[in-house]
């Protein structure tokens, strides 16, 4: 089945400044590539996702990329904010039935003003 | 998101015991999944039911029991609770068809002592 790797686990930045995090998967046939943001006492939200006939998507100061020759895809957040504090999960899916997601560890995301 | 209510929002209880989640949603979605969050495992998927007599099991279906009452209903039932099914526990929905997003509740946090 897949496995999906998510790398740091937590992340600290200056306000201002970029935030990068890396997931890598297992399973080639794996085609959908959702971005999840928690919030403390909330469910995950999506903010963003990619689908594996896009190299790169982007949304305000969000964007993902997706490299499917090393199965590995990355979120971006440039111009980070206090209110981005939160743990951001990746997740990869494979859909020859239905909506299955695998989802990373997470990653805790502190920005410090 | 509101729009998926999951009650109770906290529970305690002892071992053996009986416990259901109820999950109710006014998306009109499809599909309904029922999710595990540990600290450090991410979400991991216990069932998932696709329509009112479609119900599959997950990665870590061991221990619980569902039940789709309605589109628009889910339940996740413990039969007899044991300490390790501590966790954070997560509803969410999807629209049928291909590499479509899934929206998430706001949990039940399940205690077992």
């Given at each position: 089945g897949e496995n999906v790797e998510q790398h740091p686990s937590t992340l600290s930045v200056q306000e201002g400044d970029s935030a990068v995090i890396k997931c890598t998967y297992?399973?080639?046939?794996?085609n959908y590539f959702p971005w999840y943001k928690q919030e403390l006492g909330k469910g995950p939200q999506l903010i963003i996702d990619i689908r594996s006939n896009v190299g790169e998507k982007k949304d305000q100061r969000i964007a993902v990329t997706l490299n499917k020759t090393a199965k590995h895809f990355s979120l971006h957040i440039t111009e980070?904010?206090?209110?981005?504090s939160a743990v951001y999960f990746c997740a990869a899916g494979y859909m020859e039935y239905g909506n299955k997601l695998v989802f990373g560890a997470g990653t805790i995301l502190r920005v410090k003003s | 998101d509101a729009d998926v209510t999951q009650t109770p929002r906290n529970r305690i209880t002892k071992t053996g015991k009986r416990i259901m989640l109820e999950c109710s949603q006014?998306?009109?979605?499809?599909r309904m999944y029922w999710y595990r969050q540990d600290p450090g495992l991410g979400l991991r998927l216990i069932y998932y039911s696709f329509d009112v007599k479609d119900i599959n099991k997950g990665e870590i279906s061991d221990g619980y029991s569902v039940s789709r009452?309605?589109?628009a209903k889910f339940s996740l039932s413990l039969e007899s609770a044991i300490p390790n099914q501590t966790a954070l526990y997560f509803c969410a929905t999807s629209v049928r068809g291909r590499n479509q997003p899934q929206h998430f509740g706001d949990g039940t946090r399940l205690s077992i002592l």
């Open positions: 297992s399973d080639s046939a794996s980070t904010q206090p209110e981005d | 006014t998306k009109g979605h499809d009452q309605a589109q």
